[in-house]
């Protein structure tokens, strides 16, 4: 347990760590250093900008270099070289051919079989085919001499062409057409043009010392371009290009104050992490139990975010009105308290106070927006009123803008008005999408907003209507314990939605036997030929078809929750007294009978608990004429065997809740069991009314 907590406080606080440090990089990114910027590429100048001294227009200047430097072209030099080195490969390539030759010319004088296809190991990137090699055999000697030489005299013609890396491919097809024109045989050809494209390589090479030389030269000739001392640099209202960028840099003029702000930026930061820890202080202190729930705690942190983030996005404007203050506000309302989210929001508009570089008036409007915006969106759960909600959300935060204002302008203007109702339409659409998004944050978060709670609540939803028709013994007893549960739950500020839904669904589980449970048998008992330890497991399972069949019906697992501790770990006393009875001692284990629990974790499923314990009790108390002193009492003894037995030992209720509670119980009771008044007889309206009539009669 100690370790469990251990985990919580360090997961807490570095979410509440991580939400600090974003909060500080929105801080150094946001309005703070947007107003101070004084100019950026793409953006508009907001003043006229004039060169105080002389500057190189470095930019202006690199463009005529390099317009001077495309005139030069590409110098070449010629590399004698390559000639000799493709002379040598050619001249090599034949030694090893003719080497070949000579060993077909043995084999034939031999006698044996002739192999026009010998492993040549050629140092040129070409393939001598068995027929080009046949044709070179056949020629004679002095034949294959010429063809060798015709070759060479076609490479040194080539060459004096002068060959360049862009003119290599067209040598290279005018060598294969002058080798056409030549009377070699076919093969002879084809072995020819691909010895002379292997080799082919150029001989005129770009010449880099020239280049630099003359690239040296032509930039000594450039006059850099120069911005004059006094000569505009770019007006007010103009864009501000690349080339003015770089020459305001060189004069020192670009973000000048970025420096001036870093002093204040960290004053605010320090500012923000005071309240940071402040509210991680007052939420550790006050709101244990909600820290405990791990899901609320992220549910809380992304909620920022996603304030944050608007608050950075809007950063960039002149004024405020169309900032989102209660965005956080409202998420919280509606989904963990209104108490809450009204305490939090004095936290986050200090954040965003500094995020957006706002002033007193800002802070004001965000602090009286969003906690009227978080006391008006707990009005939306019927679907009637959410419009009428939006309404007045928007009118406070009209309302909110325009006093602002008038205290902090001392004037009414046009532009107050028109900018009170652009921020009075900013928050009727928050709420608008705050309420329709509440399905993703349910889904994504689990968290049970008060709308999908009556959804539950509905009597039309099919776990109910088959509790209805299949169990109506049961049904009822759920409405009554629902009822119990509810107004018990509100007289101790708990959840009293929660509350309701938990009872009506608490004993679904009983949608499997029916039959075996009191208030559905009409006539014999079916426990009545069961061994005790068979009725009790069959009346203990009830629990766990109940969480089966929510899973299967995606109810939240809130609800689930209730379903599985409703029971806790008590003892089926019925029956293992009767076991206890029937069979011999020490054979009856109390293990057995009990539930299999837990005990109730949170306050609305132990007030479930007690609703479904006492209901029976005490319905059945009334009917036998008991007076209330005698049901209170019998109230008293069930919650105490409740507390005796350790049931209420992890929900955190106290004695005074407990007493709450029991009042509670008393009340729905007695409305339920109030005294009637006696209708007459039939007999005696017969008699009233012929007394009415005789007295007509005696009338003159």
């Known amino acids: 347990m100690k370790q469990k907590m251990q985990k919580q406080i360090w997961f807490r606080s570095l979410l509440c760590l991580a939400a600090f440090l974003v909060t500080a990089a929105a801080i150094f990114t946001g309005g703070y250093v947007n107003d101070n910027e004084v100019v950026e590429v793409g953006g508009i100048a907001g003043k006229r900008y004039v060169a105080p001294r002389s500057v190189e227009n470095r930019i202006a200047t690199e463009q005529v270099q390099q317009a001077a430097l495309e005139e030069i072209g590409l110098l070449y030099k010629m590399d004698p070289q390559v000639k000799e080195q493709t002379e040598a490969q050619v001249e090599g390539f034949f030694e090893e051919l003719n080497a070949a030759v000579l060993e077909l010319e043995e084999a034939e004088q031999a006698g044996r079989e002739l192999d026009f296809e010998p492993e040549l190991t050629l140092q040129i990137p070409m393939a001598v085919t068995a027929a080009e090699l046949q044709a070179y055999y056949e020629l004679t000697e002095s034949g294959r001499a010429q063809f060798e030489k015709e070759l060479l005299g076609i490479l040194d013609r080539a060459y004096e062409e002068r060959i360049t890396e862009e003119n290599l491919e067209k040598m290279r097809e005018m060598v294969e057409l002058e080798m056409d024109g030549t009377l070699w045989k076919n093969a002879l050809l084809r072995m020819g043009k691909d010895v002379l494209v292997a ?59 970025y420096a001036a702000s870093l002093v204040p930026l960290v004053g605010g930061c320090g500012v923000v992490f005071l309240a940071f820890l402040a509210m991680y202080l007052f939420m550790a202190t006050q709101q244990q139990r909600l820290l405990a729930e791990r899901g609320k705690v992220v549910l809380i942190f992304c909620a920022y975010l996603l304030a944050l983030f608007f608050f950075s996005v809007t950063s960039s404007l002149t004024t405020y009105y169309l900032v989102p203050v209660s965005l956080f506000a409202m998420l919280i309302a509606i989904l963990v308290r209104v108490k809450l989210a009204i305490i939090l929001n004095l936290f986050v508009a200090v954040a965003s106070l500094f995020v957006f570089n706002g002033t007193g008036d800002y802070l004001v409007y965000a602090l ?223 293990e057995d009978f009990r539930y299999k629990g837990p005990i109730p974790q949170f306050k609305e499923s132990a007030i479930v608990m ?26 008293d003894t069930l919650i105490k065997d409740k507390l005796d037995d350790g049931q209420l030992n992890d929900c955190r209720l106290d004695l005074k809740e407990l007493e709450s509670i029991k009042q509670s119980f008393l009340k729905v009771f007695n409305g339920m069991n109030h005294n009637r008044v006696a209708y007459p007889k039939e007999e005696e309206v017969k008699r009233a009314l012929a007394r009415e009539e005789a007295k007509k009669e005696e009338k003159p």
Request: charged residues 20%; negative net charge; glycine residues 6%.
């Open 610 to 635: 007690l609703a479904d314990t006492v209901e029976a009790a005490v319905r059945s108390s009334f009917s036998q004429g008991k007076t209330a002193a005698e049901v209170e009492a019998l109230i």
């Open 199 to 257: 080799v082919l390589t150029p001989n005129l090479v770009v010449d880099e010392d020239a280049m630099a030389a003359a690239q040296e030269q032509k930039l000594a000739e450039v006059e850099p371009v120069m911005v004059l001392k006094g000569q505009k640099i770019v007006d007010e209202g103009e864009i501000v290009t690349e080339e003015i960028y770089a020459i305001l840099d060189d004069l020192g003029l670009v973000n000048i104050s």
């Open 368 to 590: 009286m927006a969003g906690s009227f915006s978080a006391l008006l969106i707990q009005y939306t759960t019927k679907r009637s009123r959410v419009f009428m909600a939006a309404v007045l959300t928007g009118l406070v935060h009209f309302v909110s803008y325009v006093t602002v204002q008038l205290f902090f302008q001392k004037a009414m203007t046009m532009e107050i008005l028109q900018e009170g109702a652009m921020a009075g339409g900013i928050g009727f659409l928050l709420l608008l999408l705050v309420v329709g998004s509440l399905p993703l944050w349910e889904a994504i978060f689990g968290i049970n907003s008060q709308y999908r709670l009556m959804e539950l609540a509905n009597p039309a939803n099919e776990l109910m209507r088959r509790l209805m028709i299949e169990t109506p013994g049961t049904y009822h007893h759920c409405l009554i314990v629902a009822n119990l549960a509810e107004t018990a739950a509100y007289d101790i500020f708990c959840n009293g939605t929660l509350a309701r839904v938990g009872a009506y669904y608490h004993d679904i589980g009983k949608l499997y036997k029916p039959q075996y449970f009191s208030e559905n048998q009409f006539g014999e008992n079916a426990h009545d030929h069961l061994d005790p330890y068979i009725s009790a497991k069959t009346i203990i399972e009830h629990v766990e078809q109940g969480v089966k069949l929510a899973q299967e019906h995606h109810i939240p697992p809130v609800i689930i929750d209730i379903i599985r501790q409703h029971h806790g770990t008590t003892l089926v006393k019925y029956f293992y007294v009767k076991s206890t009875k029937e069979k011999p001692e020490g054979e009856t284990k109390e």
